[in-house]
């Protein structure tokens, strides 16, 4: 039996009615924010905000999902273990609030995309200002082709094969740069980071102020799934190992859990990151903003589960038996159904909300 099964909504709009019902009975302020974009059924989609605790709090703990649409089935989970399971029965420590952002990416999230409604790719649209939405890895276009086919799926595809061989040969790291660090120039492509501020990014924009209030001190933790082992996790910070915030998280986090990026390690270098963005919008504060990022398959995995999608996105309809399957699989490899994954990792991102509770209410 799965302590945090029920937590896991079926789709989007599921989620989103427990996120505001819950909210509502535990009198937290929230409000809704149109995108401007469809769900599958026509409905109108929203990211959602909640606070809870005192107005006036110095300390803010954000909790953030969905920036990468289909990982918003687990971390929309994540809110609502809390919401509706925790929170009712518990106090916040003196002085710190609690911030919900449900859906940063409610397209993806509705649709099983990871990308937005313009095919991108969320955490590799947010530049700094001045920052040119432009470029593209080598490597990235040398891998276009075969990444990116421009027909539906379908037929003989030896796709994992010529991953495989070219993994042998440039070693995954290298690969997994070239791939993944955000690219400008192929807007049907993977990883695709856009031409411009996403309508999301403009909306936490003009939205994120008023909800942060007058905290003088953040930490920030934007929920995600698809990268490392199984069940296990790491949190990544977008500072230098040795900037007085990664030191901070580290010991409140744990030295070996708080990796700064590191294109050896299991995450990589990315361009137009949310937490540097955010560090930058909140420069006036102490604003720490850390990825929690959840392991599920392996990275051949993922990368085919992506890659069978985005095809089925642009060269498939719908109704078509491929389209659907391409959809189950990106599901899958982002909220595996596993009843021991989903309840582990549940119960873990949980614990990280009460580590990030205890860091605010320290004095150090
Ligand atoms: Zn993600």
């Not at 490597?139 to 990444?147: C, E, I, N, P, V």
């Not at 069940?231 to 990664?246: C, H, K, Q, W």
């Not at 708080?258 to 949310?274: C, K, Q, T």
């Amino acid at each position: 039996m799965s302590r945090f099964a029920s937590s896991f909504s079926p789709d989007y709009r599921t989620a989103r009615t427990r996120f505001r019902k819950s909210a509502e009975s535990l009198g937290c302020r929230h409000a809704g924010v149109e995108i401007g974009a469809e769900g599958p059924n026509g409905e109108a989609l929203t990211i959602d905000f909640a606070r809870f605790g005192p107005k006036d709090a110095d300390q803010l703990l954000v909790v953030s999902c969905g920036t990468h649409g289909v990982e918003g089935f687990f971390g929309s989970a994540v809110e609502l273990a809390m919401l509706e399971q925790r929170l009712p029965e518990r106090r916040l420590p003196e002085g710190v609030a609690l911030l919900f952002v449900h859906a940063v990416n409610p397209y993806g999230f509705s649709h099983i995309r990871r990308v937005n409604e313009d095919n991108i790719d969320l955490n590799r649209n947010f530049m700094l200002d001045g920052d040119a939405f432009e470029g593209a890895d080598p490597g990235y276009t040398a891998f276009d082709s075969m990444l990116n086919p421009t027909s539906p799926p379908g037929g003989i595809d030896p796709f994992t094969l010529r991953a495989a061989l070219n993994i042998a040969r440039h070693g995954m790291p290298a690969m997994k740069n070239a791939l993944v660090q955000g690219q400008y120039e192929y807007p049907k492509g993977l990883f695709y980071g856009g031409q411009g501020p996403s309508a999301s990014q403009r909306i936490l924009k003009s939205e994120l102020p008023e909800w942060v209030g007058s905290a003088q001190r953040v930490v920030h933790l934007d929920l995600h799934t698809g990268m490392g082992k199984w069940e296990t996790y790491v949190l990544a910070v977008s500072r230098s190992i040795d900037d007085p915030s990664t030191i901070w998280l580290k010991k409140h986090f744990g030295n070996d859990k708080v990796e700064a990026l590191d294109p050896n390690g299991v995450l990589y270098e990315i361009r137009g990151v949310l937490g540097t963005w955010l560090q930058s919008l909140f420069g006036d504060i102490s604003y720490h903003c850390m990825l929690a990022e959840f392991g599920t398959y392996n990275p051949l995995r993922m990368i085919s589960a992506l890659r069978a999608e985005n095809r089925a996105a642009h060269w498939a309809s719908p109704g078509d038996a491929q389209f659907s399957r391409a959809k189950q699989g990106l599901k899958e490899a982002f909220a595996p159904a596993s009843a021991s994954w989903r309840n582990h990792t549940v119960a873990t991102a949980l614990e990280l909300v009460e580590q990030g509770l205890v860091a605010l209410a320290s004095a150090g």
